[in-house]
T-cell receptor, first 114, second 113 residues
Framework: ETGVTQSPTHLIKTRGQQVTLRCSSQ?????VSWYQQALGQGPQFIFQ???????GRGNFPPRFSGLQFPNYSSELNVNALELDDSALYLC?????????????FGEGSRLTVL | GDSVTQMEGPVTLSEEAFLTINCTYT??????LFWYVQYPGEGLQLLLK?????DKGSNKGFEATYRKETTSFHLEKGSVQVSDSAVYFC????????????FGSGTRLQVQP
């Protein structure tokens, strides 16, 4: 139990639609990052938010966007869904007191695009 | 860019067998290295980590040593249990403020009684 909760756990969308995934970070953590994990692959870094500002982004197109709120919860938005967006989306939180480098992951939101 | 390569799975072992899962990396600077584990139906959990060359991370009987000369961070356990069945991911971060992880593709371990 990491204290990171994600919703919804599963969802099905059709190509071209938009989706919003939500994450509640562990208490006291001010950094949230999002990862995409395709079936049978390792997680790929999408982006990271620190105190409501994006401060790092992986190799994902602009239709992947995010927000972090004052309570440090976060949203991942994906527009114009494509079939290849089908994956498990993982949220991870971390803090800087202490800064151990460890990320605490939620159980993920599984997105299926038809 | 940074990358992590780990051995293909699945790895199937009998209970009490010795486990090695190989992991090698490419990174700029001096990365921190991690092993994460994903048990069936659960989220990723940190198993162990090492932050500088020659450090040994250990947890739950698992060990891995940060080898800068061979750019490796192999995971070992002397005697596996059925409960160790999971997917294991090697990962690194090149540090700085971003703290993003670069993961390997994962190795599934199946331990049979």
């Amino acid at each position: 139990e990491t204290g990171v909760t994600q919703s919804p756990t599963h969802l099905i969308k059709t190509r071209g639609q938009q989706v919003t995934l939500r994450c509640s970070s562990q208490s006291g953590h001010n950094t949230v990052s999002w990862y995409q994990q395709a079936l049978g692959q390792g997680p790929q870094f999408i982006f990271q938010y620190y105190r409501e500002e994006e401060n790092g982004r992986g190799n994902f197109p602009p239709r992947f966007s995010g927000l972090q709120f004052p309570n440090y919860s976060s949203e991942l938005n994906v527009n114009a869904l494509e079939l290849d967006d089908s994956a498990l989306y993982l949220c991870a939180s971390s803090g800087d007191r202490p800064n151990t480098g460890e990320l605490f992951f939620g159980e993920g939101s599984r997105l299926t695009v038809l | 860019g940074d990358s992590v390569t780990q051995m293909e799975g699945p790895v199937t072992l009998s209970e009490e067998a010795f486990l090695t899962i190989n992991c090698t990396y490419t990174a700029t600077g001096y990365p921190s290295l991690f092993w994460y584990v994903q048990y069936p139906g659960e989220g990723l959990q940190l198993l162990l980590k090492a932050t500088k060359a020659d450090d040994k991370g250990s947890n739950k009987g698992f060990e891995a040593t940060y080898r800068k000369e061979t750019t490796s961070f192999h995971l070992e356990k002397g005697s596996v249990q059925v409960s160790d069945s999971a997917v294991y991911f090697c990962a690194l971060t090149s540090g700085g403020g971003r703290r993003a992880l670069t993961f390997g593709s994962g190795t599934r371990l199946q331990v049979q009684p």
